[in-house]
C-alpha cells in the first residue's frame, strides 16, 4: 500500500527515470495496463490555468514552525507562475493515517509472519515495533479498514474533479538523526505522505526551504488523478525552475 | 453518532499477552514488554475506524475476477 519510486535530485530527473520504469507488467497485479505518456514532454508546458487544491488543515497544527511560511511562499511561486490555488478540506490526517496504519501493519504482519515467528530478534528495533502489532489485528478491523479506503479515497477523487492536482505539505518535520534508539515518530504523529498512498494517487516531494534551526531541508507534496504523473511533474519542474532549493545541500557537519 | 470504539478501554498487558499467544508468537520476554508498550497506540488507531462504511466496499466486491483470469 506504501508509495515507491526513484528519489533523485529534480523533477526533470524523475521523468527521465520514470520513462525507463513505467509500463505493464503482466505479473504485477497492481499493475495498470496503461499506455505511458512521454513524461519529459510535460515539463515543457506552463502551470498556468491549472487549478491546486491546497490541503492546508493537514499541515495547520502540530508542525515544525518553519514549514507553514515555507508552504506559504511556495504557493505564491506556483501562483506567480499563473497557478491557481485554493484551499480545500479533506477528512483529517489521523483519520488516514488510522486507516492506512491498520490496513499497512496487517498485511506487513502477513508478509513477515513465518521470520517474526522464528527469529523477531534479527528485525531492527523500529520495523520489528512497527510490523509485530499486526498480529493482533482482527480480520473485521481490517476488514473495515479496507471499506474506509474507498470511502477516503472516493473523497479524493470527488476533489480532483475540482482540482488538476493536490498540494501539502511533504513532511511535518525535518529528517530524525540516523539513531536506530530514536522513538518511532509513527505512533506519536500522522504521517502526511500516508493520504495518498490510501487514495493511490501519484504523489511527489520537493523540497521547498530549510529549516532554521537544524537547516535541513522542507518539503511540498504534489499529488494529482490516477495515470496523472505528467500533472504533478509538470507543477514540480515549473516550480525547481522558479527556485534553488533542490540544489541545495544542508551542512551536516 | 459515533460508529467506532474509541469508547472501549485499552487492553491491559495480560490480555496483550493472550492475544499474541493466540497469534501463535512466543515472543522473548524483552520483546514482548517492547509489544505492550506499543500496542495502545496502535489499538487507538484501530478502534478510531468507523464501523459504519457502507458494504459495497467490502473486498469481495472490489476483486477483479478479469484481471485474475487474463492471463
Redesign the interface.
Known amino acids: 500500500m506504501d508509495h515507491c519510486g526513484p528519489l533523485t535530485r529534480s523533477a526533470e530527473d524523475i521523468a527521465l527515470f520514470l520513462q525507463v520504469i513505467a509500463g505493464f507488467d503482466?505479473e504485477d497485479?497492481g499493475s495498470e495496463d496503461a499506455p505511458v505518456p512521454d513524461y519529459a514532454a510535460a515539463l515543457t508546458r506552463s502551470i498556468t490555468g491549472l487549478r491546486l487544491g491546497l490541503i492546508e488543515h493537514w499541515y495547520a497544527d502540530g508542525a515544525h514552525p518553519d514549514l507553514p511560511p515555507a508552504m506559504s511562499a511556495a504557493i505564491e511561486i506556483l501562483r506567480g507562475l499563473g497557478a491557481v490555488v485554493e484551499p480545500v478540506q479533506l477528512s483529517s490526517l489521523?483519520?488516514y493515517?488510522?486507516?492506512k496504519?491498520?490496513i499497512s501493519?496487517a498485511e506487513l504482519y502477513a508478509i513477515h509472519e513465518k521470520d517474526?515467528?522464528t527469529r523477531?530478534?534479527d528485525f531492527g528495533?523500529i520495523l520489528?515495533?512497527r510490523v509485530?502489532?499486526g498480529?493482533?489485528?482482527r480480520a473485521e478491523?481490517y476488514?473495515?479498514?479496507?471499506?474506509?479506503?474507498?470511502?477516503l479515497a472516493r473523497e479524493q477523487a470527488m476533489a480532483l474533479k475540482r482540482f488538476d492536482a493536490l498540494l501539502t505539505a511533504g513532511a511535518l518535520g525535518v529528517a530524525d538523526p540516523a539513531d536506530p534508539n530514536q522513538p518511532d515518530r509513527l505512533?506519536?504523529s500522522p504521517s502526511i505522505t500516508m493520504p495518498f498512498s490510501v487514495g493511490g494517487l501519484p504523489a511527489l516531494n520537493i523540497p521547498c526551504g530549510f529549516s532554521r534551526a537544524e537547516g535541513l531541508p522542507l518539503s511540498m507534496q504534489i499529488a494529482a488523478a490516477p495515470m496523472a504523473e505528467p500533472i504533478v511533474l509538470r507543477i514540480a519542474h515549473a516550480y525547481q525552475q522558479a527556485t534553488d532549493w533542490h540544489r541545495r545541500h544542508p551542512d551536516l557537519h | 453518532m459515533r460508529t467506532d470504539l474509541s469508547h472501549l478501554p485499552p487492553s491491559g498487558p495480560e490480555e496483550i499477552r493472550a492475544m499474541t499467544s493466540r497469534a501463535g508468537l512466543d515472543l522473548p520476554e524483552e520483546l514482548m514488554q517492547q509489544l505492550i508498550a506499543m500496542w495502545p497506540a496502535f489499538e487507538a488507531m484501530v478502534r478510531r475506524i468507523p464501523r459504519d462504511c457502507d458494504r459495497a466496499a467490502e473486498p469481495a466486491h472490489t476483486y477483479r475476477p478479469l484481471r485474475i483470469v487474463r492471463d
Open positions: 503482466a497485479p489521523r483519520d493515517t488510522d486507516c496504519t491498520t501493519i517474526l515467528k523477531p530478534q528495533r520489528r515495533n509485530l502489532p498480529a493482533l489485528i478491523d476488514v473495515q479498514a479496507l471499506r474506509w479506503r474507498n470511502v505512533v506519536s
